[in-house]
């Protein structure tokens, strides 16, 4: 799964904008979307489907089968363009709500959630829960994030103490020591500890350390020219914060911060090599850390997060460590102090007035992702409640909206998927039977977890006030840390989730070796009890199969099949292996969503492969569900055919420009017109159920396919 900080830092990347996601300390397995934490939804059509927004709460139905016929471009040949073949007509009539960055399948059914959770919303702040009780406590925070009146009296106060520390915060350590007690509340750091499972101990939860202190999305807005304009704006967006809180000289701190920023930059891993779990995995004590790292008081930061008796670290960028603890002790204690008075402005901009809630949007949504329009308040409000208390509404959510059925028949599939995987295990001609045996060793330890967690989130030490929506968000950060604290001596707790259940996502750990699938992506088009079999394998089938391939992709492939981090191949088959992934990142590397902006192969290579495994196997597990019968022909659409619909209905969406462009320099995942094309031109079968000739413009000869699992 993807982890921002792992434990409680999960949900920095989690609660960021998929658009906005910052570099990721702890990677471990992955995710179907690139909104890994956030809830992404969908809503009600049939027999066509609707491709903007919709008011419902009612889970939707496409055509007559599960595909949606209407939504095709049959004037496009499916050799040539199939994600227009399959998708065109739905997206030429495609317009990206104002309020977003992308649209598609996945932000359709987030619309659905959003909608659920915000009729749920309603109910409950007009009952009179105790508000002692997770209800009362939900309620409570919806009301306070909607006591506009109250933000705008208040207006900057809630800073004030907070930028006091800061300034008298006049010496290094002194810096140091404030950058720990801020952990999981306002402010920032140049270096991210979270707490998670050890990757080479997974009974045991460590503590990672990873690299940090940009407020851009990754080093590339510093360092490249094709983002010239953003870190151009991004300036002007410290100044005027830094105006906005009274601090001294913000026309010349900004420069400077943005200075010291790009100086960090330059020291930061990129995030291909960030994604290296060999790479990344650097144990030390304390004292190793401060003795490798001189310059930034390690210590002092510990004590203050409470991570004082720690005796051992995992470090993730190590050789960045040194560089960017050099920086901060070369640095002047007045810019540091600046640089941190403007990340708790920052942190904390959404929670006060109206100003600093636009000029947060201004640069964080509409200049970085090129959003028009902030979503509604209510919709925030919910999004603010359900950050705090995720899995108290999943609770609510489920006894509402998720039936025992869907988990019965999910079961099935995954069982199918896995009988499929286990025969392409058996049947490789490039892996040797010693490392087969793991393989499929690793294939029947995979833990499954379908819907909702067996234990639910106890929330009862977490205060929570109507009229305080700034404490509130700090109380619920420190809630989150002090969560993951007092864990961390203790054993893993196996029953966790890294999602709540009403996220539209999908993701596998690999220290967990478990695939998890909430029940908000159990709805069309990904799941739909009512359609053809066909349809279904290709949509929730293609995504419990690139669950299952993650657990087999470049990273997820070196943890066994009790989630320890090691070298369980032999030279010769991972030889074999990184030959085939090769070829499949220069595929990618070719990929071009905007002129001048091409697909990251190594980035996005983890997702890639669980692409192309998940389309693979959903096609043989559908084989195998028709024992030996032949598959029905709908519509003239093969069953076959009907696999391929179904995955590629999934994966209908668009995005702004700018967005896209973030994407691209950030996202491991690859935009979703190449999650159709990519995988499926590697595939036999697509070729031959659409009559794919050599000269269509994505065909590739038998010996240029990528065959892996």
């Known amino acids: 799964m993807k982890r921002l900080l792992v434990g409680a830092a999960a949900a920095a990347l989690l609660c960021a904008s998929p658009a906005l996601a910052h570099d990721d300390p702890i990677a471990d397995g992955g995710c179907l979307d690139e909104a890994c934490d956030m809830v992404a939804l969908f809503p009600q059509v049939s027999p066509g489907l609707t491709p903007t927004g919709f008011a419902g709460t009612v889970a939707p139905r496409y055509g007559a089968w599960g595909f949606d016929l209407a939504g095709r471009d049959t004037t496009v040949d499916p050799g040539d363009d199939f994600f227009r073949h399959a998708n065109g007509g739905y997206m030429d009539a495609l317009v990206i709500p104002a309020d977003r960055t992308r649209f598609g399948s996945f932000d359709l059914l987030r619309q659905l959630s959003d909608n659920r959770l915000e009729a749920m919303m309603a109910e409950l702040t007009a009952a009179s829960a105790d508000p002692a009780s997770d209800e009362g406590k939900v309620a409570n925070l919806y009301r306070s994030y909607m006591d506009e009146a109250r ?15 800061v300034r008298a915060a006049d010496s290094h350590e002194a810096l140091a020591r404030l950058m720990g007690a801020r952990q999981g509340g306002f402010g920032g750091s140049f270096f991210g500890f979270g707490i998670s499972d050890d990757a080479r101990n997974p009974d045991r939860y460590a503590v990672y350390v990873g690299q940090s202190g940009l407020g851009l999305p990754n080093r590339d807005y510093y360092l490249s020219d094709r983002y010239a304009d953003k870190k151009a704006a991004y300036q002007a967006y410290v100044q005027t914060l830094l105006t906005m809180v009274g601090w001294d000289q913000p026309e010349a701190m900004a420069q400077a911060i943005v200075d010291l920023e790009t100086r960090i930059a330059e020291a930061h891993w990129t995030p291909v090599e960030s994604r290296n779990r060999d790479r990344t995995y650097n144990p030390m004590t304390p004292a190793e850390l401060v003795s490798a790292a001189p310059g930034f008081d390690f210590v002092s930061y510990m004590n203050a997060a409470g991570l004082g008796e720690v005796e051992r670290l995992v470090i993730r960028q190590d050789t960045a460590m040194p560089k960017i603890a050099a920086i901060f002790g070369e640095t002047p204690v007045a810019t540091l102090q600046a640089w941190q008075a403007f990340h708790t402005a920052d942190d904390a901009a959404p929670f006060l007035s109206k100003r600093f809630v636009d000029a947060h949007f201004d640069f964080r949504s509409r200049e970085l992702a090129g959003q028009p329009e902030q979503r509604s308040r209510q919709k925030r409000g919910v999004s603010f409640a359900e950050g705090a208390m995720g899995e108290a509404l999943g609770r609510l959510y489920v006894a509402e909206y998720f039936p025992a059925e869907s988990k019965a028949q999910m079961e099935e599939l995954v069982a199918n998927l896995r009988l499929a995987m286990a025969n392409r295990i058996r049947g490789l001609e490039w892996m040797s039977e010693e490392t087969k045996l793991q393989a499929l060793d690793k294939l029947e330890k995979f833990g499954v977890k379908i819907g909702y967690p067996s234990e639910w989130r106890d929330y009862s030490a977490l205060e929570v006030r109507p009229d305080d929506l700034f404490g509130n968000q700090a109380r619920a950060g420190r809630f989150r840390w002090e969560y993951d604290l007092n864990r961390l001596n203790g054993p893993v707790d196996d029953q966790e989730w890294g999602m709540t259940p009403q996220t539209v996502n999908a993701y596998y750990s690999s220290v967990k070796n478990e695939i998890v699938f909430p029940a908000a992506i159990l709805q069309a088009p990904f799941f739909d009890p009512n359609a053809d079999p066909a349809v279904n394998y290709g949509g929730i089938g293609g995504v419990i199969g690139h669950e299952i391939g993650h657990g087999f992709d470049d990273q997820g492939r070196k943890s066994d099949g009790d989630g320890v981090l090691r070298d369980w191949w032999t030279p010769a088959d991972a030889q074999a292996f990184e030959a085939r992934t090769a070829r499949l990142g220069a595929q990618y590397d070719q990929y071009e969503p905007l002129p001048g902006y091409r697909v990251q192969g190594g980035l996005t290579m983890g ?16 084989r195998l569900s028709l024992d030996g019968q032949p598959a029905p022909v709908l519509d003239g659409v093969t069953g076959d055919q009907r696999v391929f619909y179904g995955w590629a209905q999934v994966w209908r969406g668009a995005y702004r420009e700018d967005a896209m462009k973030n994407m691209v320099a950030t996202d491991p995942h690859s935009p979703p017109q190449f999650r159709v094309i990519g995988p499926l031109r590697n595939i036999d079968a697509w070729y031959d159920a ?20």
């Open 607 to 622: 997702e890639n492969i669980g692409d192309l495994a998940g389309v693979t196997l959903a096609l043989e597990a559908y």
């Open 690 to 709: 659409f009559d794919v000739q050599p000269d269509d413009a994505n065909y590739l000869a038998p010996e240029d396919r990528v065959r892996l699992w």
């Open 151 to 165: 933000l705008e009296q208040l207006d900057a106060q809630p800073l004030e103490p907070l930028l006091a520390e």
